[in-house]
């Protein structure tokens, strides 16, 4: 199984744990570090609408908490016919942990859809560099 496979399969993977009871959209997720290790995260809503999760924000906080710090590529996976992109948060999450030139694929459930990079999905941005970081 190539990279990207792995990286589908385990973004499925998630969005089929996915809790999203309220909007009935489930997400999944998956990060892989420049060092090849892999993290999936799903959406997790709740009824109070603004505290819930996103995939994106999943997968990258499971990344951080064991001790990652750069995304080498990620999957986004969603149903439906439109692109299932990061949102704007996500966009900004990805940024603060992406290299130049990242992979960002987004996937339907036949497999990937497009790919985009950082500054594609989020040009112009405010992030670590700005900051001197």
């Known amino acids: 199984m190539n990279l990207l496979d ?3 399969v385990a973004a499925r993977a998630a969005q089929a744990n996915a809790y999203a ?3 009935n ?3 999944g997720a998956a990060v892989r570090t ?3 290790v892999l993290y999936s995260g799903c959406n997790v809503e709740n009824a109070a609408y603004p505290v819930g999760l996103c995939a994106e924000a999943a997968a990258i906080a499971a990344m951080v908490c ?3 710090d750069r995304i080498g590529e990620i999957l986004v996976v969603g149903d439906g016919d439109a ?3 990061p949102c704007g948060a996500c966009r900004q999450r990805i940024n603060e942990f992406s290299f130049s030139g990242t992979r960002i694929h987004v996937a339907g459930p036949e497999g990937v859809r497009r790919t985009f990079t950082p500054e594609e999905l989020l ?5 670590p560099k700005n900051l001197g970081a």
């Open 6 to 8: 792995s990286l589908f």
């Open 21 to 23: 009871p309220y909007s």
């Open 25 to 27: 959209f489930k997400v």
């Open 34 to 36: 420049s060092a090849g």
């Open 66 to 68: 064991d001790g990652g």
């Open 83 to 85: 692109l299932v992109t």
């Open 123 to 127: 040009p112009n941005s405010f992030g």
